[in-house]
């Protein structure tokens, strides 16, 4: 499962919401809002690849971090603070 099929089981189940299947499209959902204000259910965008596009998602958990999956890895738990995820940051939005 990657990161983007990830946030769309996580909120058929939890909040039976329909969600696109890319990662880029999930960013045009909801609003921007600043990292500082994130809480658990928001979802954490990440730039990167040849383009600087928006290529990663992930769910922020409330404790400065947030649940992602990739196909190599599966699903993990990470931090923003990590060096990698703050250098590519792109945003986070808030859904509901």
Not at 29 to 54: C, W
Request: proline content about 2%; aromatic content about 12%; overall charge positive.
């Amino acid at each position: 499962m990657d990161c983007s099929g990830f946030v769309v089981v996580v909120f058929r189940e939890l909040n039976r919401a329909k969600m696109p299947r890319s990662s880029r499209k999930q960013w045009r959902l909801g609003y921007l809002i600043p990292v500082q204000k994130a809480r658990a259910g928001d979802l954490v965008f990440f730039k990167g690849g040849a383009f600087n596009r928006i290529n990663h998602v992930g769910i922020i958990t409330g404790d400065g971090g947030f649940a992602h999956a990739s196909t190599s890895s599966g699903v993990r738990y990470s931090r923003l603070d990590e060096e990698y995820y703050r250098k590519h940051l792109a945003g986070v939005r808030r859904i509901f």
